[in-house]
């Protein structure tokens, strides 16, 4: 029994990636939807300058530059949290697995 399990079990997995894609890309009777952005057909009016004084979505997008990024300092934070999370590892390392090892090979 396991081994007709231990058989059956591939070929199903086997048959499943083979048809799976099969049955996925199928043609099919519905018609092709063509989108306007595809077809060539503008998608509507140029958007205005970013600078520009009447730009209403200046104030409303928050398109205003910041001092200071909040990604820059996240960038900061994140390195220290992985240097210190890296040197935490490699001094439990070496306190619990080097020097023991270290230590019983000498004592033999």
């Known amino acids: 029994m396991r081994r007709l399990l231990g058989l059956l079990v591939p070929v199903l997995l086997l048959v499943g990636l ?3 894609p099969s049955v996925a890309f199928a043609e099919t009777a519905e018609p092709t939807i063509v989108l306007a952005a595809e077809a060539g057909e503008p998608t ?3 958007p205005m300058p970013r600078e520009q004084e009447d730009n209403a979505a200046r104030t409303l997008g928050g398109y205003e530059d910041r001092e200071l990024q909040f990604t820059w300092g996240a960038a900061w934070i994140l ?4 240097v ?3 040197t ?3 001094g439990l ?3 619990l697995v080097q020097r ?3 230590e019983a090979a000498g004592r033999r």
């Open 93 to 95: 390392y070496y306190l």
């Open 18 to 20: 083979l048809v799976a």
């Open 44 to 46: 509507g009016p140029e």
């Open 79 to 82: 390195l220290v949290a992985g």
């Open 84 to 86: 210190g999370g890296l």
């Open 88 to 90: 935490l590892l490699v």
């Open 100 to 102: 023991p090892q270290r």
